[in-house]
């Protein structure tokens, strides 16, 4: 065993037997290895792989400190009888109209909406003076059309961009779109008609619920498990019924789940999507946000024959209002390009020029490092208050990328009447079944934590779990 080891060893035993509790600092590297005479170095690999284990966690400019030990998410099974426990389309729609309705509203504590605000969280300062730069060096900026595919610069910088997740792209493949919405929606109608089957994790993101039943798809709801992703046994067993047009996917940072889909699944899914002949829509907002500095490749990376179409934005970690998202369509970007010109016609000049910009000189890369750092950090934050204030048995994801949790509760926790009974205490939180269309997760909540943990967030995520805990109360 090497030295590091040997340390990793002694810190995780300490943290089982409770004489480290969830919460407590560590000593600084320098503080550790002065007190046990062994290298920097060796208490910094010791350190790596405690945070890879999911022991310990750092906090900007504060040091390390002991992560919450809440037990694993369990793994979603198949149901036999979907419709015995669909929750209808009108329902969730009313939910979520409450949540956006009220998520400004005084005396509100939003905790449901994956939608990061504040200046910490997005390079405001910057962005306004390459918006005033983008003014003075474009004189027609405000008097042109940026036709599909949109701005050079904005598409070189993603092409360029896509090498570190493992993509060969080019500029002219590339397409500027509406946000990361957008591109989904654009995906869907390039890849399927009305009437055919769409595969999806369940849970994902709640937003695809409507969309896909707005086109009239089908959709085919297939077993995630928290760690590993979608179930391709059981997407394998779908087709082999009845073909499936289209798979959308978030392998990075899932929504809600957060895992990132190991590289081998992935080449795999892309694999059966080949012999299959079927679409795979890969959601990648969050790629860049995965906490490990080695990240996992995109699905487009292992994409030999344009089955894979991938999706991005800058929506959640540059410029919200700037609603910039792009895709790489593969075989299906003629059609894609075709079908963007006839619903939106184009985007701003002035924004995409300013985002290439942005990307161009740097500075996104030492955001993105700040923001890695600050979203893990406030993972294990909220872990550990939802472990002190929340009931026994609750299990919370641990994400290795993105600012999204979620929580298991007993079995017999209703988050669909529960909505309701937090909502009179002003807290917005979003029920397990807007995020699966069905009853299946309604002991499930999703929680985001893109927001600044101030005394009041965190007085909000300590009150919530005390009414769950009354409301679960005989």
Not at 214 to 229: A, K, Q, S
Request: proline share 5%.
């Amino acid at each position: 065993m090497y030295i590091y080891q040997s340390l990793a060893k002694s810190i995780s035993d300490a943290i089982y037997k409770g004489q480290l509790p969830q919460g407590a600092k560590l000593p600084s590297i320098r503080d550790f290895s002065s007190q046990h005479n062994v290298s920097i170095n060796s208490v910094k690999m010791a350190y790596r792989q405690l945070e890879d284990r999911g022991f310990i966690y750092a906090r900007p400019q504060a040091g390390y400190f002991v992560a919450s030990r809440i037990p694993a998410l369990t793994q979603s099974k198949p149901i036999e009888n979907h419709q015995s426990l669909n929750v209808p389309h009108s329902n969730i729609e009313r939910m979520l109209s409450t949540i956006l309705e009220y998520q400004h509203s005084d005396g509100y504590i939003d905790l449901a909406l994956a939608c990061p605000e504040g200046e910490r969280f997005y390079p405001s300062a910057r962005l306004r003076k390459l918006t005033a730069q983008t003014l003075r060096n474009l004189r027609h900026t405000q008097s042109q059309y940026a036709l599909p595919p949109g701005s050079h610069r904005l598409r070189s910088q993603i092409a360029r961009r896509g090498l570190s997740l493992g993509m060969v792209l080019s500029a002219k493949d590339i397409l500027i779109t509406h946000g990361a919405m957008e591109a989904l929606t654009l995906a869907v109608r390039a890849t399927t008609q009305v009437g055919d089957r769409v595969a999806i994790e369940t849970p994902t993101f709640y937003n695809l619920y409507p969309m896909l039943d707005e086109l009239n798809r089908e959709i085919v709801h297939i077993p995630t498990h928290p760690d590993t992703g979608m179930c391709l046994k059981s997407l394998k067993t779908e087709i082999e019924n009845k073909p499936i047009k289209a798979v959308i996917t978030v392998p990075s940072g899932h929504n809600p789940l957060g895992f990132s889909m190991p590289s081998t699944y992935r080449e795999e899914l892309v694999e059966l999507a080949h012999s299959q002949h079927f679409a795979i829509i890969e959601d990648a907002i969050y790629a860049e946000l995965q906490y490990d500095d080695h990240l996992i490749p995109n699905m487009k990376a292992f994409d030999r024959d344009g089955w894979v179409i991938t999706c991005g934005s800058f929506t959640k970690t540059i410029a919200p209002d700037f609603r910039i998202g792009w895709m790489e369509a593969g075989r299906f970007k003629d059609k894609i390009r075709q079908l963007k010109f006839t619903s939106t016609v184009s985007e701003s000049v002035l924004l995409t020029e300013t985002l290439g910009l942005f990307l161009e000189n740097g500075s996104y890369d030492l955001h993105m490092r700040y923001l890695k750092r600050l979203y893990h950090a406030q993972i294990e934050t909220v872990r550990a208050c939802i472990a002190e204030h929340f009931p026994a048995g609750t299990r919370v994801s641990l994400p290795q990328c993105g600012f999204i949790l979620w929580i298991e509760l007993p079995e017999y926790f209703d988050s669909l009447t529960f909505f309701h009974r937090a909502l009179d205490e002003k807290i917005l939180c979003m029920p397990g079944p807007l995020c699966s269309g069905n009853k299946q997760f309604n002991h499930c909540l999703r929680l985001a934590v893109c927001f600044e943990l101030d005394e009041r967030r965190l007085a909000g995520i300590a009150k919530l779990g005390q009414l769950i805990c009354r409301s679960l109360a005989p």
